[in-house]
């Protein structure tokens, strides 16, 4: 039996068939909705069931038990056990519609181990903009993308990336080393609806492992110099000492934001380190302890994702202040 959804900012209605996902039903009506690994992992296509119910057949990753218990659901998973009315939850705030367009690459430059800097000039006259923490693809020739998060603030038309670089990786360890100033990528942009949200007035919490600092340093940025700014923690997981590819530079950010606190943790630290060692939601839920006043942002990998949600929510995290990226890595060669 086929189910009707309505999107509540909008009021689009589409038809889900027996067995559909929520996303696949509304691609196939050409509702937009938005959304990346598609398979659980990123938490992007997040939703809110306001009216109705959802079912998974399995549950996805990029949500945790508490989070579906105060409603949310994840549209690229979710089932409707009947007909829904649903919030895309950022549907009002007014971010810019993707567009298309060629880019100039300024940089490609070594940032860390596997961590590349790459600096991409967008066309002056065609002025972007774009919500610290969301994402541009890099259109490839097979019609095939690459998604990366800007990872500096907006304004202007030069934009900032670190990109890990994948074994074998087409673009991330193929085409992007062999890329020279002056040459130009095909790109979309901006996608996604991570995206800073300066009207909760909360203090923020942080927390990336790996690249997933990308959209919070562009976050922060935003934030410099700004009389307004909360106290703000930034919790950054890497593997080892090496891997902390703007750990001087962080460290300087605490001359430009309000009450900042920066703690790196490694996970495989030698005997030389002598700061925090482990998993980074632990440390985080050492140090706090109480996070029910906090806004609270994720970036990084799908499992770092997960158990921090797990964690976080025993310690008082609410559902609706808990802002989530999982970082997906595509492996193939073709």
């Known amino acids: 039996m086929s189910h009707r959804v309505e999107i509540a900012e909008t009021q689009q209605v589409f038809t889900v068939a027996p067995g559909e996902s929520v996303l696949d039903a509304a691609l196939r009506c050409g509702v937009s909705l938005a959304h990346e690994c598609t398979f659980g992992g990123c938490g992007t296509c997040r939703m809110r069931v306001l009216e109705g119910s959802v079912s998974y057949e399995e549950f996805p990753m990029g949500l945790s038990e508490e989070e579906s218990a105060e409603g949310f659901a994840l549209a690229c998973q979710a089932r409707p056990n009947g007909d829904l009315l649903i919030s895309t939850e950022r549907g009002a705030d007014g ?13 490609v430059a070594p940032l860390g181990p596997e961590v590349l800097h790459l600096r991409l000039a967008l066309p002056d006259q065609e002025p972007f903009q774009f919500a610290p923490g969301q994402y541009l ?35 991330t360890s193929q085409q992007l080393p062999q890329l020279r100033a002056g040459d130009t990528l095909e790109v979309e ?40 700014c909360p106290p703000v923690w930034l919790y950054w997981g890497m593997r080892s000492a090496a891997d902390l590819y703007l750990h001087d530079e962080i460290a300087g950010w605490a001359e430009r934001l309000y009450d900042f606190q920066y703690v790196p943790v490694l996970s495989r630290a030698d005997d030389s380190w002598q700061g925090r060692r482990g998993y980074v939601h632990e440390a985080v839920a050492a140090d706090l302890g109480d996070l029910s006043e906090h806004a609270i942002y994720l970036c990084g990998s799908p499992n770092m994702i997960r158990d921090a949600k797990q964690t976080f929510m025993v310690l008082g995290a609410q559902a609706p202040f808990i802002y ?3 970082f997906t890595f595509q492996h193939t060669t073709s």
């Open 324 to 326: 989530a990226d999982g």
């Open 137 to 171: 693809k890099v259109l490839l020739d097979d019609g095939s993308h690459r998604s990366f998060s800007m990872a500096s603030a907006p304004g202007g038309s030069v934009v900032d990336f670190h990109v890990r670089q994948i074994e074998n990786g087409r673009f």
């Open 95 to 107: 971010l810019a519609p993707a567009r298309r367009t060629t880019a100039t690459v300024q940089t």
């Open 189 to 228: 942009l901006p996608h996604g609806n991570f995206s800073l949200h300066k009207e909760d007035y909360r203090p923020l919490l942080m927390v990336a492992t790996g690249t997933g600092l990308a959209p919070i340093k562009s976050m922060l940025e935003s934030l410099m110099d700004d009389p307004d």
